[in-house]
């Protein structure tokens, strides 16, 4: 995997929270990959220097995973392969923490003839169809999607309109779409065709390609609702 330092995690929360971002996401993700739990002095250290929504993830599998990062300042906390692989932990983490609390994270890549649930960061290959597990982890309590499409992850030709809306119109919980922003209008398009209700982006913001001011004002300029 080809993973590029592109500066410190506070400094560059704080600079996308001056900038107008309306939520922040902080993955590990090479945390399940390599059996480590996310760092939890870098959480606290992050949500004392920002004052926007903060959702971590990255090998969370237990309640006292959970119960730590939220102490440490996270918002929310996103679940994606322990969940897979004991899907009564949303049921326990939901119960425990309320559902406002839990994100679950989906990686997915079309194969074949389908969408496919994908684990560890991507790499490991399921049989469970993503429509099925988006709609079987709502019924279980989770508060929100976050989708990515690893086929379209890294490329910038635009994210994967149609499983974002499959998974938007198959749910009753917000869809944060996620994986192969490059321009100002692919986010028009997983908004107005996608369906989906936010849109994750990062390496074009991490080196500036895109400022998140005017890429609010391009989105609000279409129709589409955004706070600015």
């Known amino acids: 995997m080809d993973i590029k330092d592109v500066g410190d995690p506070v400094e560059m929360g704080k600079y996308y929270a001056q900038q107008g971002a309306d939520e922040l996401v902080f993955l590990d ?19 004392r220097n920002i004052d926007i929504p903060f959702t ?14 939220l102490n440490a300042g996270a918002d929310k906390v996103s679940v994606n392969t322990a969940a897979v692989k004991n899907p009564d932990l949303i049921n326990e983490l939901t119960k425990n923490f309320g559902s406002q609390c839990i994100v679950l994270a989906i990686d997915t890549r079309y194969s074949g003839k389908d969408w496919f649930v994908y684990l560890n960061g991507g790499r490991i290959a399921t049989t469970i169809k993503t429509i099925d597990w988006a709609r079987e982890a709502t019924k279980r309590g989770a508060g929100e999607i976050l989708l990515t499409s690893m ?9 994967a309109l149609d499983i974002t809306r499959q998974v938007s119109d198959a749910v009753p919980v917000p869809v944060i ?7 100002m209008q692919h986010f028009v398009d997983v908004f107005s065709i996608g369906k989906a ?16 001011m005017n890429l609010k004002r391009y989105i609000r300029k279409h129709g589409i609702e955004t706070r600015l």
């Open 29 to 47: 993700i090479t945390a399940t990959n390599e059996n480590r739990k996310t760092f939890a002095e870098l959480v606290s250290r992050i949500a």
């Open 56 to 69: 971590v993830g990255g090998g969370i599998s237990t309640l006292e995973d959970v119960s730590v990062l």
């Open 151 to 159: 086929n379209n992850d890294g490329t910038k030709k635009g994210f």
């Open 177 to 183: 779409a996620s994986g192969g922003a490059g321009t």
């Open 197 to 212: 209700n936010a849109a994750l982006a990062a390496s074009i913001f991490h080196y500036k390609e895109i400022e998140i």
